[in-house]
């Protein structure tokens, strides 16, 4: 009697903790801006509410656009279209930056913390430490200037 009980006990405890597991796996679940590196479109409404600070006025898309030219076209392309020589290699390949899809959202804030955070296990890497946030607006105010929408 006794060791079925036990048995009982490990069993539920393992139960636990393999649907634990499962739900850490499972990507809908993930609250991290920035990940979902092997899913579809998606958003990331806690990105999505960021409001850009920096105007998109002509100063701050040439900023943008200088910033963009040293950091970001080599894998995303000097027009924006995902066909920079560093991305050939790249899996997934960097986005085009042209069209109407995101698949990580399309607003000033989802696309800021995309390059401030960068996206897990692909090869776009977070900005944090190499522009300001000033300069990373600048650099989503230059985007959304190429972008379809
Ligand atoms: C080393 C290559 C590389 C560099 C440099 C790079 N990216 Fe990326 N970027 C990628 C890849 C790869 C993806 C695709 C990630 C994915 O599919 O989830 C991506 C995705 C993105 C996205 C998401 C697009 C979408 O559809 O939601 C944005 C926005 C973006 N990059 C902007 C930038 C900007 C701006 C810079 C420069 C500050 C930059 N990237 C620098 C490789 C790069």
Redesign the pocket.
């Known amino acids: 009697m006794r060791s079925i009980l036990r048995d009982a006990l490990i069993t539920t405890m393992l139960v636990g903790a393999v649907s634990v597991a499962l739900a850490a796996r499972n990507p809908q679940e993930h609250q991290h801006p920035g990940t979902?590196?092997e899913g579809g479109a998606h958003r990331h409404p806690d990105a999505a509410k960021l409001k850009n600070p920096v105007a998109a006025n002509a100063e701050s898309i040439a900023a943008g656009k200088a910033?963009?030219e040293k950091?970001?076209a080599?894998?995303?392309g000097d027009t924006g279209k995902g066909d920079g020589a560093?991305?050939e290699e790249?899996n997934?390949?960097?986005?085009n930056?042209t069209d109407a899809?995101?698949?990580?959202?399309s607003t000033d804030g989802e696309?800021f913390v995309?390059?401030r955070d960068g996206?897990k296990s692909?090869?776009?890497?977070p900005?944090a430490r190499k522009m300001t946030a000033h300069q990373m607006w600048d650099?989503v105010n230059y985007?959304r200037s190429i972008a379809a929408h």
């Open positions: 979902h590196p910033l963009y950091q970001c080599g894998c995303h560093m991305g790249l997934p390949k960097p986005a930056l899809d995101w698949k990580h959202g696309i995309v390059i996206v692909t090869g776009m890497k900005h650099v985007v």
